[in-house]
T-cell receptor, first 114, second 110 residues
Framework: NAGVMQNPRHLVRRRGQEARLRCSPM?????VYWYRQLPEEGLKFMVYLQKENIIDESGMPKERFSAEFPKEGPSILRIQQVVRGDSAAYFC????????????FGPGTRLTVT | DAKTTQPTSMDCAEGRAANLPCNHS???????VYWYRQIHSQGPQYIIHGLKNNETNEMASLIITEDRKSSTLILPHATLRDTAVYYC???????????FGKGTKLSVKP
């Protein structure tokens, strides 16, 4: 069984560019969570999505960040006009049902903003 | 905020059991204890969870005290590949999002 897939694994963007991070959940999982890990810091929740719906975006920065999980295709975390402070590892996790703390994480996307 | 307290770091000799403690004195009756680990630069990995009974799977055992105020994760025969940061999580956000604390950095030494 394929696990959670994320791509790209590494992404370099210049300040002001857009970053798109993709996450394909495990087969049969329709719940996706995005987390961010800043350098030398802990993992912080960003957003929780089910197919076609954002359920909880309480951890998302108010500006420049958006997420979607369309009916077909992967979940996308989009960062517009990136700044150096956005440099971090972004992980997505999936679970098979709502409110379920047993989650399976992808390998992460390491975003570097130059 | 995380509801758990863990030691910052621990060492363990390769081949020996690693016992990682966690205090969760404010846990409520319906809250589970979850353990995850993060090997350097990788995504976190689910290990085990439990409510009040001891649990065992192919990776580890979880011992929860009778009053449920603390628990211990046991890796029975630690290997170098078990070197990681281990997180003890008591439930999380209302929608299922995990709330990570600082965890315990376990170093397994040859």
């Amino acid at each position: 069984n394929a696990g959670v897939m994320q791509n790209p694994r590494h992404l370099v963007r210049r300040r002001g560019q857009e970053a798109r991070l993709r996450c394909s959940p495990m087969k049969g999982h329709s719940h996706v969570y995005w987390y961010r890990q800043l350098p030398e810091e802990g993992l912080k929740f960003m957003v929780y999505l089910q197919k076609e719906n954002i359920i909880d975006e309480s951890g998302m920065p108010k500006e420049r960040f958006s997420a979607e999980f369309p009916k077909e295709g992967p979940s996308i975390l989009r960062i517009q006009q990136v700044v150096r402070g956005d440099s971090a590892a972004y992980f997505c996790a999936s679970s098979e049902r709502a409110g379920f703390y047993e989650q399976y994480f992808g390998p992460g996307t390491r975003l570097t903003v130059t | 905020d995380a509801k758990t307290t863990q030691p910052t770091s621990m060492d363990c000799a390769e081949g020996r059991a690693a016992n990682l403690p966690c205090n969760h004195s404010t846990i409520s009756g319906n809250e589970y204890v979850y353990w995850y680990r993060q090997i350097h630069s990788q995504g976190p990995q689910y290990i085990i969870h439990g409510l009040k009974n001891n649990e065992t799977n192919e990776m580890a055992s979880l011992i929860i005290t009778e009053d449920r105020k603390s628990s211990t994760l046991i890796l029975p025969h630690a290997t170098l590949r078990d070197t990681a940061v281990y997180y003890c999580i008591v439930n999380g956000g209302s929608q299922g999002n995990l709330i990570f604390g600082k965890g315990t950095k376990l170093s397994v030494k040859p």
